[in-house]
């Protein structure tokens, strides 16, 4: 049953919202998304919506997951930077796409069930710490970025860890609309930005808030 409702997922959510590169489709394929999802929402696993998680966050969307991974464009080379675990579901995708993962949890529990998940299905090379990725310091240059939650005001911090020609995938906005984008650094100190589409998911913990006038 799992494997006909993962097909259908990919099919008729996945593939339908554009998603057509079939390294990503098989990305779907292999990563068992019911094995991330809470017991208790075991059923939403192959639906295309957000599934809850403790600490009141949200699995993000296949479709959505589907369009992050296509934006980034990973070639099995990348090293990656995920800023929000979650379950750890797009931390196996990205692993599964690129070469390695380091992921950024501040919520400990689900830290925790994410490196229990990931390593119980022998996923290599994902590297997930618990942490505030508002504070945190990245070691190094990634050549691929996704931010998995949202943020208010665009915070230029994580397309100066970009490596030139690195991607980075963000969600920027307040409900009810936010704006995805892809962020491509072009040159040392130059980048470009792309608007991919509209949607709504958790907002960053920690991330700053737009300026609140007073009258």
């Given at each position: 049953m799992?494997?006909?409702a993962?097909?259908?997922m990919?099919e008729?959510?996945?593939?339908?919202?554009d998603?057509?590169e079939?390294r990503v489709?098989?990305?779907f394929?292999?990563v068992?998304?019911?094995?991330f999802?809470p017991?208790?929402?075991?059923?939403?696993?192959?639906a295309?919506?957000?599934v809850?998680?403790?600490?009141?966050?949200?699995?993000?969307?296949?479709s959505l997951?589907?369009?992050l991974l296509?934006?980034l464009e990973?070639?099995?080379?990348e090293?990656?930077?995920?800023?929000g675990?979650?379950?750890?579901?797009?931390?196996a995708?990205?692993?599964?796409?690129?070469?390695?993962?380091?992921s950024?949890?501040?919520?400990p529990?689900l830290a925790?069930m994410?490196?229990r998940?990931?390593s119980?299905?022998?996923?290599?090379?994902i590297?997930?710490v618990?942490?505030d990725a508002?504070?945190?310091e990245?070691?190094?240059?990634?050549?691929?970025?996704?931010?998995t939650?949202?943020?208010?005001?665009?915070?230029?911090?994580?397309?100066n860890a970009?490596?030139?020609?690195?991607?980075?995938f963000?969600?920027?906005?307040?409900a009810?609309?936010m704006?995805?984008?892809l962020v491509r650094?072009?040159?040392q100190?130059?980048?470009t930005e792309?608007?991919l589409f509209?949607?709504?998911?958790?907002?960053?913990?920690?991330?700053?808030r737009?300026v609140?006038?007073i009258?």
């Amino acid at each position: 049953m799992p494997a006909d409702a993962r097909e259908q997922m990919i099919e008729q959510q996945v593939r339908a919202w554009d998603v057509l590169e079939e390294r990503v489709l098989d990305t779907f394929r292999k990563v068992p998304r019911e094995a991330f999802t809470p017991p208790q929402y075991r059923f939403l696993a192959y639906a295309d919506s957000e599934v809850p998680l403790p600490a009141g966050q949200h699995m993000l969307r296949p479709s959505l997951v589907g369009r992050l991974l296509s934006a980034l464009e990973l070639g099995g080379g990348e090293r990656v930077l995920e800023i929000g675990t979650g379950s750890g579901f797009v931390a196996a995708c990205l692993g599964t796409l690129g070469k390695s993962v380091q992921s950024l949890e501040i919520v400990p529990e689900l830290a925790d069930m994410a490196r229990r998940t990931v390593s119980s299905l022998g996923f290599r090379d994902i590297d997930v710490v618990t942490t505030d990725a508002m504070t945190f310091e990245p070691t190094g240059r990634f050549e691929a970025i996704a931010v998995t939650a949202s943020m208010p005001v665009y915070d230029p911090r994580w397309q100066n860890a970009l490596s030139v020609g690195g991607r980075l995938f963000v969600v920027v906005g307040d409900a009810p609309v936010m704006e995805a984008k892809l962020v491509r650094r072009v040159a040392q100190n130059a980048w470009t930005e792309e608007s991919l589409f509209e949607t709504v998911i958790d907002p960053l913990v920690h991330a700053e808030r737009p300026v609140e006038f007073i009258f």
